[in-house]
């Protein structure tokens, strides 16, 4: 058969797909995968170094989405809509997801196999993540003192210090419930955002309010278990990460000055949305 009686490939053939790519994008320019790759740099010759860095480079792609997410949902919270904000926030619980696998590839590495680079990075530390603490800023827990490792770069700890002082994502919730006639105390409206949300009985009889009628609250319903969702997965996070530090180096002290794990199991602790939790044993 000679070449121009080849018959024309089938439509699911392979060669039927675009492959000259001199004047388009690729795959790999759109993604900038070059950039991306040339990021994982290990500055020792330990195999688990690229594991570590590869699971932290993924984690903070997720803490960006996240960060996103969210302040997509709090805008619209706070121009008073409740139904599109679920979407972004289910999408924060699925990426959530994600970071909290991500501890499980990172599990596979022994004590041994970190020993081997831990010397590498000095004091860099996850406690230094930006994204991370923009994230928890934006879900309230709030500590002055976690700006002082942003200092030295402005672009980083401007938007933080901002956050710092504004309303969380469940300022905005409790925002919704005083707008739709539920009383909520003008001092919690009006409260310090620097400080970290803390139990209140009024505005758990207004939560309980929503939560026994839900036929006539049923957006703001579906707003407080979808917070929880988040929050729920945030705990799962940090359990995770509290697991893997302790299987990892035990309680030695964590890098960046941290007490490692016994900060972490004190972490724990934190309730971001504490009317929300209470709610369950007051019905």
Do not use: C
């Not at 989405?65 to 679920?86: N, Q, W």
């Amino acid at each position: 058969m000679s070449r121009q009686d080849t018959p024309a490939p089938g439509e699911n053939a392979p060669e039927r797909a675009h492959q000259d790519f001199s004047q388009s994008l690729s795959y790999g320019d759109y993604l900038r995968l070059d950039a991306l790759k040339a990021a994982h740099q290990p500055i020792t010759d330990a195999h688990d170094e690229h594991l570590f860095i590869a699971v932290h480079h993924v984690s903070e792609v997720w803490l960006a989405l996240i960060v996103r997410e969210l302040r997509a949902a709090m805008d619209l919270l706070d121009r008073g809509i409740t139904d599109a904000p679920l979407k972004m926030l289910t999408r924060v619980v699925r990426a959530q997801e994600q970071l909290t696998n991500a501890w499980e590839v990172l599990k596979t590495m022994t004590p041994a196999d970190y020993l081997l680079f831990r010397h590498a990075f000095g004091q860099a530390s996850g406690f230094q993540s930006a994204g991370y603490r923009m994230v928890e800023f934006l879900l309230g827990n709030r500590q002055s003192v976690m700006l002082r490792p942003h200092e030295h770069r402005p672009d980083l700890h401007d938007p933080l210090h901002e956050a710092l002082n504004g309303p969380s994502v469940y300022d905005l919730a409790l925002r919704l419930l005083a707008a739709r006639g539920l009383p909520v105390p003008a001092e919690v409206l009006g409260r310090d955002f620097t400080q970290k949300p803390v139990l209140n009985e009024e505005v758990l009889q207004a939560w309980l309010t929503v939560y026994r009628d839900t036929e006539t609250y049923w957006d703001l319903y579906e707003l407080a278990e979808k917070l929880l969702d988040v929050e729920d997965n945030f705990r799962r996070w940090r359990f995770n990460h509290l697991t893997t530090v302790e299987r990892t180096i035990g309680f030695k002290a964590g890098s960046g000055g941290t007490s490692g794990a016994g900060y972490l199991r004190q972490a724990l602790s934190t309730v971001l949305f504490p009317e929300l939790w209470e709610v369950r044993t007051r019905l």
